[in-house]
C-alpha cells in the first residue's frame, strides 16, 4: 500500500538524493542535539523549505522532522531545529493539523 505524503511534502524521489540530507544532517549536529549519534535515513522533504523528514533506524517507527541550515558546519543547539514524533502516522497528523 502506497504512503499517501500530506501537503506539501513528498518522498525523496531519488535514492541518490538521501545521503545529500544525511550528511548535511550529520554535519550541522553536534553533542547535545537530540538526535546526535542517532542513525536516521531521509525519507522525505518540503520542496518549499529546507525541511526533511528522517526516520529513525532503531526500528522504533520514530521519525524527525528537521529543517536543515546548510551552513556546512556544526550548529549550535537547537540548530538544526527538530522535532520528534513516535511514528509516521503521528506525523502525518500533525502536518494536517498544520495544512488542514
Do not use: C, N
Amino acid at each position: 500500500m502506497p504512503v499517501e505524503w500530506p501537503y506539501p511534502w513528498s518522498p525523496i524521489e531519488f535514492p541518490d538524493d538521501k545521503p545529500a540530507f544525511e550528511t548535511e544532517l550529520l554535519r550541522e549536529l553536534k553533542p547535545g542535539h537530540s538526535l546526535f549519534g542517532i542513525p536516521v535515513s531521509a525519507i522525505g522533504r518540503r520542496y518549499d523549505q529546507d525541511e526533511v523528514l528522517f526516520e529513525f533506524r532503531d526500528g522504533s517507527g520514530r521519525v524527525a522532522e528537521v529543517h536543515l541550515t546548510w551552513a556546512g558546519e556544526r550548529e549550535s543547539p537547537p540548530w538544526p531545529g527538530a522535532s520528534l514524533f513516535e511514528s509516521f502516522a503521528a506525523w502525518v497528523e500533525s502536518v494536517r493539523e498544520e495544512y488542514p
